[in-house]
């Protein structure tokens, strides 16, 4: 079994040449939070120019979920 990346929250296939990529809170490609390619192949390219992201909505997401881990009582 493939190893999971930790910056992909998600992948969903639409269908045939249909892939679409939501990055977790934290990350970025060139700007976005998610991205579409057309082949598995070009996903894992495209994953190269992820990087870390520093903006606002990551950081509330990021504060989000610690928060709903403490109350959880998982952290």
Known sequence: MAKQ????DAILNEGPGEWFVYLRPGWQMDGAHCFGEDTRAAVRETMKRVTACDC????????????????????
């Open 5 to 8: 990346d930790i910056r992909i």
């Open 56 to 75: 606002t909505d990551c950081h509330a997401q990021m504060i989000s979920e610690s928060v709903g881990d403490i109350l959880a009582g998982r952290a």
